[in-house]
């Protein structure tokens, strides 16, 4: 009997990564191409013309695929593999039954989820996050996203909205976010906002990176703007330690990344308004993470849907 593998999928606004994933969460091949390269709308396309890739390399390989799961960055009705209204970065998938029209074109069962979910699921089944009864991943890059596993279950919430921990208001008279509120803690420490307010400050386009590596050269603006980010993820990070009071939390993302080097002040700020005890017993990582990493997070949705489903059934 051949090998089997799964099929991981991150869709992201700019990238659409996707790899072959084997049980043991090693990425056996990994494909990423612009997710619009066909031009504005065409995800979609994108999506399949990957899967149809992959499907191929694993016949070269002598592997069988027996699932698909793709992290996709919106509200998902995880039940149905299909996408709410709310996707900013790929909007044609909005609505979209992304599970069935994808399960026609591959022929094996397709699970589809909120990005960050999938990525929770990826660290607490491979990686930092493993053995974790309770644990919040919150990603840190473009947007805001978070994934919150309680008792070993995904917590995705009612209606699909579980995790959305970037709209959690910080600041009650804050800075308008692109979700209709106002002092989210996603307009404080996202990327597009750290380089929206920064280029405001410095009067030139600027990336979020930049605004950190300039922090470190010690420019006051830069500085300042990143103080701020340091200030209001305390301020979130509090939040979710007094709230949900779980074992572990994990940072990821590209802003992050850049906030490694700057853990002091983010700890410090969470320890202002976290409960001492509850902060104590929490154990707070940043990781940096690679594209390998958000393909394991199709991989795992695959590996606990199917469990999930069974269990269910049975």
Known sequence: MAPEVVIGVDVGGTTVAAGLVDPDGRVLEHHQVPTHARGPGTALETIGELLDRLGERARARGVTVTGVGLGVPGIIDAERGAVGVDIHYAPELARASLGAMLRERVGVPVF????????????????????ARS?????????????????????RGHAGFGGELGHVPIDFDGPPCVCGGRGCLKAY?????????????????????????LAA?????????????????????????????????????????????????????LARYAFAEALRATHLEILALDKDATVRGGAALVHYETRRRKMTTS
């Open 112 to 131: 589809v989820d909120n990005d960050v979910n999938a990525l929770a699921l990826a660290e607490w089944t491979w990686g930092a996050g493993r053995g």
């Open 189 to 213: 420490v996202s990327g597009t906002d750290i380089a929206l307010r920064a280029g405001e400050r410095l009067g030139r386009p600027v990336s979020a990176a930049e605004v950190f590596r």
């Open 135 to 155: 644990l919040v991943m919150l990603a840190l890059g473009t947007g805001v996203g978070g994934g919150i596993i309680v008792d070993g279950r995904l917590h």
């Open 217 to 269: 050269e010690g420019d006051a603006a830069a500085d300042a703007i990143v103080e701020a980010a340091c200030a209001a993820l305390g301020a979130g990070l509090s939040i979710i330690v007094n709230g949900l009071n779980p074992e572990r939390v994990l940072l990821a993302g590209s802003v992050a990344k850049s906030l490694r080097p700057l853990e002091a002040r983010v700890r410090a700020a």
